[in-house]
């Protein structure tokens, strides 16, 4: 908890040897010269004196006090403590902390000519003169806990004991039970759960609850710390799906080279599209996700993924994309980052290929969906020599890198496109399937252009090296910097006194871990006290947390409540070897540096990339209609003509719907007119009374 300095026997210095208290009066060798309170004199051999039971040296520095843990205590009780010391260490050290070099001692505070208790009495005698008055039991129980813990021993420690510390332990327990019972449930309000208490307190410990549950406000408070990060009084869904996350940290995989890892999914896009059959509906994105360059090989819209869409998806992501009509020349493999010289020296196709990288997979990742379970599936990817790893039920953080691609493609592509809906009906506009103009094949194309010019040209924040987080690299930088070279292995530090003296500051441990500077730590033992009240109130709960600026491969977590430090890795090193090899950034940092030098490819691709989310907005643009539209058009109107329907008539045969009738106007015939009466509201009350 605290770094001191060694302690040095020098003539003066106050001593403690089997409960008695001494003053070091002279040093000659190996042989010390002690004399007690009362006079008496003792000579002792140095390695006698430092084995002997209960030796201390009473004056020695104090403790140095824990690095920011003064930020969650009030400014006046700092400043109490503050002024105890001053006069503490006086009657220590026989002159004040904030004394120069050159600085005596008063008369009365002379560690060589009074006594520790002499020096003690002076202290209380001066404070009583000047209106402070206390015992020297006070003073003295002040002394010791400065000597043992510093400053922070000053500190009047009840405003920093956690709440729900004076509160019985089988309440807590009735409230850990309760809360974790509401999983599954509706979400209910703060009184269902304290009659759920009171129940499992009746119940399972055969407790009166008047007898030992707290107050209210005291059981709100208590609710809201246990309650913590678990939505019981929030979101249902999002409660169930915190409940589902593992218990310990979060894994991470290492991929050293493209297509080591892939992950594969699906899901619906927020757009809806004219379809083949004319009828206007949402789309399935499955996509291919390369987790060490973040890259998109491959991409498939379709009205529903089926097992062969899936092996195409395969397929595609192992083709080079070729340029499309239309494409600014700026989206070219020649004219991006990418190793285009070596890559076509190995594959000719890729001489007029568009710039997205070709990955072949080595091993995909996939949740248990139909279609990826499907033998027709598994069959292309055996064929292909591809592991295919499915993910545990329930679990889809095992595939969390394409399951926040799909929230980018809402926000960078998506909400662009004529036809955009929302991701739910609370998002959704007026009237919003009736912009839909796209058909499937026409957002096919321009999902593909949108992938070269902007998702694989675009800084990606999971793509940073250790040492400059704040430079992002691209996936098609990511790309070129895996082919040359890959490997990194970090240098752990560990020493007490070292982190007490390291910068600190104060974060949240969330079911991630640790975030500092856009890096994220985390280790096995953060679990219990992920999203949890760190017992620090004036700090709302938050954790104390030392971090090395010379070494970013770990942090250090105080624990507020055992003590001690929990040490945290940074999650994409806790595995050996990285992509992020010492070689590869070099490689990659060239590249960073290459960015600002060819100003018109960059231009060049964001004025792509611009014009391509403009025309998504605006829908096709044609002079005349063309036969395909026409088929469109006719299967929509023969669509919406079928859906229409008429309510019946109040008498009489039903309408007849076929092509001889006509309107009455033609036929001659006028429907015969009943005029209605006028109500009178006195007449129909004689009715009833």
Not at 34 to 59: H, I, K, N, Q, Y
Not at 65 to 92: K, Y
Not at 527 to 535: A, C, E, I, L, N
Request: charged share 25%.
């Amino acid at each position: 908890m605290t770094v001191s300095r060694p302690a040095e026997l020098r003539v003066g210095e106050e001593i403690e040897v089997d409960g008695a208290a001494y003053t070091v009066t002279g040093l000659s060798g190996t042989e010390v010269r002690l004399v007690d309170v009362a006079g008496g004199e003792r000579s002792m051999g140095l390695p006698e004196l430092l084995s002997a039971p209960g030796f201390r040296v009473v004056t020695r520095v104090a403790a140095l006090p824990p690095r920011g843990l003064f930020d969650g205590v009030a400014p006046e009780m700092v400043e109490q403590a503050r002024w105890w010391e001053h006069h503490i260490v006086e009657v220590i050290a026989g002159v004040p902390p904030e004394a120069g070099r050159a600085a005596r001692p008063r008369p009365e505070y002379d560690p060589a000519v009074h006594s520790l208790r002499q020096r003690e009495l002076a202290k209380v005698n001066e404070l009583s003169l000047d209106g402070n008055e206390l015992a020297l039991s006070t003073f003295q129980r002040c002394r010791l806990a400065y000597e043992k813990h510093g400053v922070w021993g000053l500190i009047d420690h009840r405003s920093t004991r956690k709440a729900g510390a004076r509160t019985d332990e089988r309440v807590l327990a009735a409230i850990d039970r309760a809360v974790l019972e509401q999983t599954n449930q509706s979400t209910g309000t703060v009184t269902r759960l304290r009659r759920r208490v009171e129940q499992i307190l009746v119940e399972e410990h055969g407790v009166d609850p008047a007898s030992v549950m707290p107050a209210r406000a005291t059981f709100y408070r208590l609710v809201e710390r246990i309650s913590a990060g678990k939505h019981t009084f929030g979101s249902a869904r999002t409660r169930r799906s915190l409940a589902q996350r593992p218990d310990g940290p979060f894994g991470t995989v290492t991929a050293l080279r493209p297509g080591e890892w892939t992950q594969i999914d699906s899901t619906p896009l927020d757009v809806r599209v004219v379809l083949d059959n004319g009828m206007v509906d949402r789309v399935e994105l499955s996509w291919i996700v390369d987790v060490a360059t973040r890259s998109v090989p491959a991409a498939v819209l379709r009205p529903t993924t089926k097992a062969v869409d899936a092996a195409l998806l395969l397929a595609r992501a192992m083709t080079p994309e070729p340029m499309r009509p239309g494409w600014s020349d700026a989206l070219r493999m020649s004219r991006s980052v990418l190793p285009h010289r070596r890559l076509t020296d190995i594959d000719q196709r890729l001489e007029h290929a568009a710039a997205r990288p070709v990955i072949v997979p080595e091993t995909i990742v996939c949740d248990h969906g139909m279609v990826y379970m499907s033998q027709a599936f598994r069959n292309a990817c055996r064929a292909m020599g591809i592991n295919l790893q499915p993910s545990h039920e329930g679990s889809p953080w095992e595939k969390g890198t394409v399951e926040t691609s799909f929230s980018a493609v809402g926000t960078l592509f998506a909400q662009y496109v004529a036809g955009y809906v929302g991701s739910s009906v609370e998002r959704r506009g007026r009237g919003a399937e009736d912009s839909a103009v796209w058909s499937m094949v026409e957002l096919q194309q321009l999902l593909d252009e949108w992938l070269v010019s902007t998702w694989q040209n675009r800084p990606h924040d999971g793509l940073r090296h250790p040492l400059i987080p704040g430079k992002a690299l691209t996936p098609n930088e990511m790309y070129a910097a895996l082919v040359e070279t890959a490997g990194y292995v970090p240098v752990p530090l560990t020493a007490d006194d070292y982190i007490e003296l390291l910068p600190a500051v104060w974060r949240a441990i969330n079911a991630y871990g640790v975030k500092i500077g856009r890096r994220t730590y985390d280790c096995a033992a953060l679990t219990p006290h992920r999203r949890q009240h760190s017992g620090v109130n004036a700090r709302k709960g938050l954790w104390e947390v030392h971090y090395d600026p010379y070494d970013v491969t770990r942090i250090w977590v105080r624990n507020h409540h055992d003590g001690g430090w929990i040490q945290a890795p940074w999650t994409h090193l806790r595995v050996g070897p990285t992509p992020f090899g010492e070689q590869a950034w070099d490689h990659a940092r060239q590249m960073l540096a290459r960015r600002g030098e060819d100003p018109v490819t960059e231009a060049e691709i964001a004025s792509a990339a611009a014009a391509l989310l403009d025309s998504a907005e605006r829908g096709p643009a044609r002079e005349k209609p063309t036969k395909k539209d026409k088929r469109v058009a006719g299967r929509t109107r023969a669509v919406a003509a079928a859906d229409r329907t008429l309510p019946p008539t109040v008498s009489g045969p039903p309408p007849r719907w076929d092509d001889d009738e006509d309107n009455d106007e033609d036929n001659g015939q006028m429907a015969d007119v009943i005029p209605l009466g006028v109500f009178d509201a006195r007449e129909e009350a004689k009715k009833w009374w």
